[in-house]
């Protein structure tokens, strides 16, 4: 208990410490004044990526799937990958052009036009769907330390609750990447340690592997009840995964972090920050899941995602137990306070159209969107592995599509881009309304429909004068 206390404290003196740089503007709050580090924006990035979803969701996931689960991490990251070869820097650039805060503001002026309207329903979108996302981060707070210290999951919750308010309302997004750099290091250490000790204490990996191959199914490489059988069902279902990787262009409270770049010519190595460390964390995520198997085999019985705090329990010391019990609440804090802020940014910059500039009522902001994620939090009960991919997933096809249109050089009008937004939302949750998300992501569908529509009304930018013969102004084209 007492590691897991000196974590938490050493992550909120972090948070507070940025406090010192901070400055009374809307884009310092929001944009850390566009002045990170490439290695803070990457650990930033994928700390909130990696999410207490994968310290929770992921290894209950892999529990109860086996090693098929392989298949999500590698079209994950994939998609993931090849979204940042001509997003990410896309974006940096718009950002600092359009001289906006937020992530739906920069959307919404990408080539040069104003989506006003576009924007506010984008708003409205965002906060919904990241106060969810929010939630189901703060409960997986409290899953670890029912499955640590038996306390309630209401009572993690709380405490998650009211350590973010100690850091990201008074700092904004500089204390929620300087904490999530520090909380980067000990997500992957307490992840390695676990997996250490954990195939150490079955003997080895030999006797590790023959101990899983004795489990029916378990190593299947193919997962045996996909939608279509053979080739065809195994390539939907990694290209459902690698649609889900991609579906990082839609999260604003990832996507926020390369907006806060220090210089477009930074992006390089902020993704080598990022996918490094991201793969070695997605590795080690799965063979704790697929250990925890052989540990507690009835778990799937109870709650799967219960899977890494139980293990941890009964396998290492008390102060141990403490470093795997704070990487986990490093996990969820990384994420649920980036999401707070991004929500926070939607309602004073999208909403209220920029009127909110004091500092005061943007930090009260942040505050109250805490305080209602914590109560759905409180009242909620489905898996975090369930409500982060619905967010997710909704995120992504309400924005993935419009952004894709516009990196590659391509325009339509507010109209096409609110039926483009408003459509994929509608794809994507019709989709799991029929039950297909388990075989292929509703991302698929949801970006790639829309995408598909969108590219073929829209035109080239700057290609002749827009509507009233005023000649049309778009953002630097990709690399200049």
Known sequence: MFVFLLCLAAFVAIGLASVRKAKASKKDYYLASSSVHPAFAGL???ATNNSGYMFIGVIGFTYATGLAAIWLM????LGDFLASLFIHRRLREVTEVSGQVSFAAVVAKWSGQDFGVWRKIAAVIAVIFLGAYAAAQIAAGGKALQGVLGWTPQSGAIISAILILAYSAFGGIRASIWTDAAQSIVMVFAMSLLLFVAVAGRGGLDATHAEMAAIPGFLNLFPDDLLFPGFLGMALFV???????LSVIGQPHVMVRFMALKEADDMAAARGWYYGYFTLFYLLATGVGMMSRLYLPDLA???????????AVELLPPVLVGVILAGIFAATMSTADSLVLACSAAITSDLAENRIQRPWIMKSVTAAVTLLALGFALSGSRSVFSLVILAWSTLACAFGPLMIIQALGRRVNQPIAIGLMLGGVGIALWWRMMGWEGQVYEGLPGILIPTLVGFALS?????GRAAGGAPETAAPAPGS
């Open 74 to 77: 590698i079209g994950w990251i």
């Open 459 to 463: 035109r080239p930018v700057g290609a």
């Open 301 to 311: 019985a109870l709650d799967p995602e219960l899977a890494l705090p139980t293990m």
């Open 239 to 245: 290209l459902g995964w690698m649609a889900a990787g």
């Open 44 to 46: 930033s990035a994928v």
